[in-house]
């Protein structure tokens, strides 16, 4: 996904985006209103982080504008203000969603990922299953048989990918765009190189492995 962050605090948006890289995203950054409003309108993007106190223009007339000229990306308020009233203004003006800071890194990840899910209009699941291979996509938790999986951010979103298409072969062309962003060379060995810690995480302490590479095609997760 690509990530438009409106933040004037360098420090807040650099932490922000932080969060969304090593979540797998791709991040561009505005520090005012004024130019966030351009940027917003000018590029494609999957999903939009505004804080709500900006200089030039701010949050809540950045998206007024930006609804109001036809603008459909989805958006996420960021704001100190959280009380009920403070959040109902921010989804008025056209936020999607409302995060009240300090709020926790994973919580951050996980809302831009729903943004991205409605914005690609999938259907609003919070689970996926994959024979006895369970992931919650609020939580973030995986499991096999019952016993909990753990995986890096990288890994949590190539494994949802695969448990997405389950039963459908997926290229590396596939998941360098949707898992990568493409960006990186399509020659390159990072997908055999997650793929393979991949499969000892989901595979190497059971019987039936899950996840198959389909020779001169690519990769397919058993449904």
């Known amino acids: 996904m690509r990530v438009l962050v409106i933040e004037d605090d360098a420090e807040m948006a650099n932490f922000i985006e932080k969060v969304l890289l090593e979540a ?3 991040v561009d ?3 005012d209103g004024e130019r966030g409003l351009e940027l917003a309108r000018s590029a494609d993007f999957d999903a939009l982080v505004v804080d709500r106190m900006l200089p030039a223009k701010d949050g809540l007339t950045l998206l007024k504008e930006y609804r ?3 603008g459909t990306t989805p958006a996420l308020f960021l704001s100190a ?9 921010g989804l008025k003006a056209g936020a999607d969603d409302y995060l009240s800071k300090p709020f926790a890194p994973s919580e951050l990840a996980a809302r831009v ?3 991205g899910r409605r914005q ?3 259907p609003q699941v919070t689970a996926l299953k994959a024979g006895d291979l369970e992931m919650n996509l609020l939580s973030r938790k995986v499991t096999r048989a019952g016993k909990k999986i753990d995986l890096q951010p990288r890994e949590f979103r190539l494994l949802e990918y695969l448990m997405r298409h389950a039963g459908q072969v997926v290229t590396r062309t596939m998941l360098l765009e949707k898992v990568w962003d493409y960006n990186f060379d399509p020659q390159t060995n990072v997908i055999d190189v997650h793929i393979s810690r991949l499969r000892a995480k989901i595979d190497k ?3 039936e492995p899950l996840l198959h590479t389909v020779r001169g095609a690519g990769y397919r997760l058993q449904g």
Not at 81 to 89: A, E, I, P, S
């Open 24 to 26: 797998g995203h791709s």
């Open 113 to 115: 990922e729903a943004l």
């Open 81 to 89: 203000l959280g009380d009920v009233q403070n959040r109902v203004q």
């Open 205 to 207: 302490e059971f019987d």
């Open 120 to 122: 690609a209009g999938e």
């Open 68 to 70: 109001e000229a036809g």
């Open 29 to 31: 950054k505005a520090i």
